[in-house]
């Protein structure tokens, strides 16, 4: 079964640590999203408003822009940002006559010096084709979807056999592997290797060259992730959060609510999940280091953190040695020198 995994959440937190008038505090993500909208949509707004864009916009084209800057914007009736209720409240409205007051806005200079319009921040994932809501996950993790396909081919699979060699023969392919009991050969027609291309890299074969260079020329990515186990769903209890990603440009880089198990009695947090050097210098700690590097400064946003945890889990898939890596990293130049020798068959 699945279940939609929620990764976008306006009530999650950006932490920016630095000097500016809103470093080092946590800001809901729906503050900074709609006062930047805000200001963008101003700044638009003026430039149409004095035909300083060079838009080729007819007069009633440019009317419709600005309505729909307003809109998008929530601008006031002068086109001017002033916060709205979109980026939430100081006060929340409730019954009767609480109508609630609206949070001021952040002031856009003071955004863009504290380094919340850097690229820590950028909103790219949320608008990435793959990852616009709505998306699933598998229930009991990803890898449920492994373990149904094993359960199909058991009696054909061998676990535990490291592949050591892979030699193309005049007619055939021959694997060489080791488990447990020592090293064996199987003989096939053919051979469909799915190995990690850095795994493959560093294994005995004598595929042809443009195969060859293809294999060690793929970068993978640098990745690594904790998971924090906490008593308590103080995110939850505490902040309201359900699920989605709180962003810092710290060596955290993200934090990941669970999209499972609301309001149950404890929960799993994604305490980092950061990329290339942040990723490398994390992965370099040990496992205790780690722990408490994500400790330390996921306390900062959220410190319960302190009272609640039990236990970590940390992976630096880079330096797992079945991987070498998270994924392939492919740009339109190697998808056309390198990919195309992948997908044909050698030898
Ligand atoms: C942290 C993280 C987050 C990700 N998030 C996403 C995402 O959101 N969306 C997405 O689409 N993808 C995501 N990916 C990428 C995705 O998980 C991988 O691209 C995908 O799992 C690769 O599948 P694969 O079968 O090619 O390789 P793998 O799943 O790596 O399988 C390779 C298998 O080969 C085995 N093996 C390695 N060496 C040997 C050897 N010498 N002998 C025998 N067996 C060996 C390994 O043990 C493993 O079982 C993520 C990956 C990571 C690490």
């Known amino acids: 079964p699945i279940q939609v995994y929620n990764n976008v959440n306006e009530g999650a937190y950006y932490f920016a640590e630095g000097k500016g008038p809103l470093s080092n505090k946590k800001i809901r993500a729906r503050e900074v999203h ?121 009696p054909s699979l061998k676990l535990g056999a490291e592949v050591t060699n892979i030699t193309n023969l005049p007619e055939g392919v021959k694997v060489t592997y080791k488990d447990a009991t020592g090293e064996h050969q199987l003989q096939g027609d053919l051979c469909i290797c799915t190995l990690p291309l850095p795994v493959l890299s560093n294994i005995n074969h004598n595929f042809s060259g443009d195969v060859s260079r293809a294999i060690d020329y793929i970068g993978y990515i640098q990745t690594g992730k904790i998971g924090l186990q906490f008593k308590r769903r103080f995110w939850e209890e505490d902040d309201h959060i359900y699920g989605g990603i709180t962003h810092t440009n710290n060596d955290l880089t993200q934090i990941f609510y669970p999209s499972y198990d609301y309001l149950g009695k404890k929960g799993i947090l994604i305490g980092y999940y950061n990329f290339n050097e942040k990723a490398v210098r994390t992965g370099n700690l040990g496992y205790d280091d780690r722990e408490k590097l994500a400790l330390q400064k996921g306390r900062l946003i959220h410190p319960q953190y302190d009272t609640e945890f039990e236990r970590s889990f940390s992976v630096s898939w880079h330096k797992t040695k079945y991987s070498l890596g998270g994924w392939a990293v492919y740009n339109n130049e190697t998808r056309k020198t390198q990919y195309p020798a992948l997908l044909k068959p050698d030898g």
């Open 34 to 154: 709609n006062d930047v909208r805000g200001y963008m949509a101003e700044l638009l707004s003026k430039g149409i408003d004095q035909s300083k864009l060079d838009t080729a916009l007819t007069k009633e084209d440019a009317q419709t822009v600005l309505e729909y800057l307003a809109a998008e914007g929530g601008l006031d009736i002068d086109k001017l940002y002033k916060a709205s209720a979109r980026r939430g409240y100081s006060e929340s409205p409730g019954a009767g006559n609480q109508s609630g007051k609206v949070g001021d806005a952040n002031k856009l200079v003071d955004m863009i010096q504290s380094g919340l319009l850097d690229p820590d921040f950028y909103n790219v994932a949320e608008y990435t084709y793959e990852l616009q809501m709505t998306m699933f996950q598998a229930v009991g993790g990803m890898d449920r979807i492994a373990t149904a396909l094993q359960k199909r081919v058991a």
